[in-house]
């Protein structure tokens, strides 16, 4: 018998938000519960032993029976669907990383629904054929580059079958697929060379666009006779994941081209291939073959593995050198810079200057974020570690760009009485379009949509995925019974799952655009304050508030029953239905452990109409000092976006210091910077 380990990951989608105190229970295919566990701030839960088969048996490709054994992981959340995944393989001497996409229940939701997750066998022990088709260019239609994509669409089953597909993260992609193909437990060089395979299979669907020149809105197929087995919600190890990390971005082709080459494979017992045999890597690495050694026994001799460092999505790419204590320069403040954006969102991560100087305590926030994250905890910014920080930094500012991008559609909670299909136009469009890309960042089956005003195809498409997504007609016309589910959902999330609001202003305030629905207690009571507060810092000599109508809202103070409001260092907040400490130290940029501390609290447990002190210090920095600016020169890829990101400030603050009549940049042009 041997012993093999087990985390739960609970997030929503992209990972933008931790689920902390999430209730995780773990039981035997009996259903015996093994352990009941508690997520942390991060959504991560500590790690647990767990019996199963013996090692060597996942290392016999004649051994009768699964090499690994599996269990149950259930996670329950307030505010979210409970998710059960089942069949959690663990093998004896690994670690089996568990990641949960939690979703938010919606809006007129009183009880959670309940999803479950079934994971098969793995598929090398799949007894089907794989009829892997594909070419290598200069065959077919391509694309002049081998970019590493930043998301793979995968369809959830056989190409021609009416199904969802799902949204993943190409390194994530990878990750999933290898721990399905194949068992974490094989040699180092049997990994490699699989993982190897895997990659280059991926991009060369990309690289010939090898389903969407054929009208398809994905990149590839989960389904093992077509393509790669990849599933949703399944198991990730810790073996395959720290390879993946390394590798995503290197692939095979033949020498003298840039194509990715057509690596067809299958498991090569019970089923036979022109490509790979991925048992025949095992006997292949145990006699001392590298990776590419082993690849050339089943392709062309002139292969060769390189690297592609052409990425969408990622602002910075990595500098070559790994970044440690001692390093300065424009590398260490933009990951200074990221990792205080990440923290608004993962409090656990201590703040860092933004100084350019690698010391100690940017080392500190390192080996946090490497811990939340399943990362080599050696607190050095090496190759996976930047690209996760890079990563997640993007997931977590569309998310709050999108959030604020929020108060301009005026976003009520009755829905327009109206109906649209292809070829409308106008501001209901881009209410519906901003609707359906917020949801995007929560569900994985909904791809977002150009917000333009204009109903096109990318929006008939995004419409028809969440009507299949809800169970409604989809017929891609988006009448009441659209727009109430798409209210539903939005509200849900709205709810529940808020990504967390931005530093407080140096001004005491900021400005919110009232919209239908609002009233004075109720943003008093969202954004921690009291409804005299609000009416004396504008002015007000009555309760009522028009649509449109700009309030400042205080940020700090604000009183709340029982005097005092503070020495400055905190703000009082009154205990609503709902309200819990983690959710709370989301919203507020804070942690539990302070709010605990500070308020003398020995339980998580709240009664609504309690007083709470809520910490303001230890936050990130607020928006743009009084015309200070620092100069840049525009490189390939740079938008106005990407630069108000990675610099912490705003399009529009950009544009009106530079002048700037369109979003349109040159490379070499040089543009003032706000700065902090």
Not at 31 to 46: A, H, P, R
Not at 533 to 549: E, K, M, P, V, Y
Not at 570 to 591: E, I, K, P
Not at 641 to 654: E, P, S
Request: charged share 15%.
């Amino acid at each position: 018998m041997g012993i093999g380990y087990l985390v739960t990951e609970a997030r929503t989608n992209f990972e933008t938000l931790p689920v902390g105190s999430a209730t995780v229970t773990v039981k035997n295919t009996q259903g015996q519960i093994l352990y009941e566990l508690q997520t942390d701030e991060s959504g991560k839960t500590n790690q647990v032993s767990l019996e199963t088969i013996d090692r060597e048996h996942s290392l016999n490709p004649d051994y009768q029976g699964h090499p690994y054994t599996t269990y149950t992981v259930e996670v329950r959340a307030p505010g979210y669907e409970t998710v059960i995944t089942k069949g959690v393989a663990v093998f004896d001497g690994e670690t089996s990383i568990q990641p949960v996409t939690m979703i938010p229940m919606l809006a007129n939701q009183s009880s959670p629904a309940q999803f479950t997750i079934n994971q098969g066998e793995f598929a090398v022990e799949m007894t089907g054929p794989r009829n892997q088709e594909g070419v290598t260019p200069p065959n077919g239609r391509v694309l002049r580059h081998v970019i590493i994509p930043d998301i793979m669409t995968v369809h959830l089953s056989r190409p021609n079958v009416a199904a969802q597909s799902v949204r993943v993260p190409f390194i994530e992609y990878i990750k999933n697929v290898a721990s399905h193909e194949i068992y974490p437990t094989w040699p180092e060089a049997s990994l490699r060379a699989n993982i190897h395979v895997i990659v280059t299979f991926a991009l060369n669907r990309v690289f010939t666009e090898w389903y969407r020149s054929q009208g398809r809105n994905f990149d590839i197929t989960n389904n093992t006779a077509f393509d790669q087995y990849f599933v949703y919600g399944g198991t990730i190890f810790a073996s395959v994941s720290r390879i993946v990390d390394q590798i995503f971005n290197q692939y095979v082709r033949r020498a003298g081209q840039i194509a990715p080459f057509f690596t067809s494979y299958c498991n090569g017992t019970t089923a036979t291939c022109a490509g790979l045999s991925q048992w025949g890597t095992v006997g292949l690495a145990n006699s001392g073959l590298t990776p590419i050694q082993i690849l050339r026994r089943f392709y062309p001799q002139n292969i060769e593995i390189v690297e592609s460092n052409i990425f969408m999505g990622i602002e910075e790419t990595f500098p070559g050198q790994p970044l440690r204590i001692g390093d300065r320069g424009l590398n260490v403040q933009i990951m200074q810079r990221y990792l205080n954006r990440i923290r608004r969102n993962y409090p656990l991560i201590p703040a860092v200057p933004e100084d350019g100087v690698f010391g100690e305590s940017t080392a500190n926030a390192v080996r946090t974020f490497q811990r939340i994250f399943s990362l080599t905890q050696d607190g050095i910014i090496g190759k996976a570690t930047w690209n996760k920080i890079s990563y997640i930094y993007v997931a977590v500012a569309r998310l709050a760009e999108l959030d604020s991008e929020g108060t301009n559609f005026t976003i009520g909670t009755v829905p327009p009485n109206v109906t649209l299909r292809m070829g409308s136009r106008g501001h209901d469009v881009l209410t519906l379009q901003y609707i359906l890309s917020y949801i995007s960042q929560y569900y994985p089956v909904v791809a977002p949509s150009i917000i333009d005003g204009i109903f096109g195809t990318g929006t008939n498409r995004s419409v028809i995925e969440f009507q299949r997504m809800m169970g409604l007609a989809q017929d891609g016309v988006v009448g009441q019974s659209t727009w109430n589910a798409l209210y539903n959902t939005y509200w849900g999330i709205k709810n529940h799952a808020p990504p967390p609001p931005p530093p407080p202003p140096p001004n005491g305030y900021f400005n919110h655009t009232v919209v239908s629905g609002d009233t004075l207690w109720l943003l008093a009571q969202r954004f921690g304050t009291t409804v005299d507060a609000i009416r004396s810092l504008n002015g007000l000599t009555s309760d009522a508030l028009n649509i449109g109508q700009i309030l400042k809202i205080p940020t700090s103070g604000g009183g709340g029953g029982g005097g005092g409001g503070g020495t400055g260092d905190f703000f009082n907040h009154t205990v609503v239905s709902g309200d819990t400490l983690w959710l709370l130290a989301q919203r507020f940029g804070t942690t539990v452990q302070a709010i605990r501390t500070l308020n003398g609290l020995t339980s998580d447990a709240l009664s609504i109409g309690q007083v709470l002190r809520i910490p303001t210090s230890g936050g990130g920095g607020g928006g743009g000092g009084g015309g200070n600016f620092f100069n840049y020169t525009v490189r390939s890829g740079d938008t106005l976006w990407l630069l108000a990101q990675r610099f912490g400030t705003t399009v529009q603050a950009i544009r009106t210091l530079n002048g700037l009549t369109s979003d349109a940049l040159s490379i070499g042009q040089v543009l003032r910077i706000p700065s902090a």
